[in-house]
């Protein structure tokens, strides 16, 4: 695909590069709802650490661009949902339940 840009002037590149970068935060955003979509809060989840371990956890809510985890050991993650992996042979007791919480 070509895209001629020669004729354009400063202020409609500038124009031009806006919508780019609107376009592609949108294209972003669409494929983590997507990626978000296969899990669920309480679902058992794994992810590769910074560090290279595998930390498991159990996802406990969803964020506009993220999912936050909280790890078998305590610590909380903010993740990309398309790094996770679920746990598929989980004993049904090792589920979390969430309960709602009360607005103040």
Known sequence: MS???DHLNADELV???HRIVERLKMLESLQAHQSMMQF???ARVSFESPQGGRLTGTLMKFNRKTVTVVTDNGQRWNISPHLLSPIKDVARGNVVEIAPQKLK
């Open 15 to 17: 124009a031009l590069n």
């Open 3 to 5: 895209i001629e840009i």
């Open 40 to 42: 669920h809060p309480g």
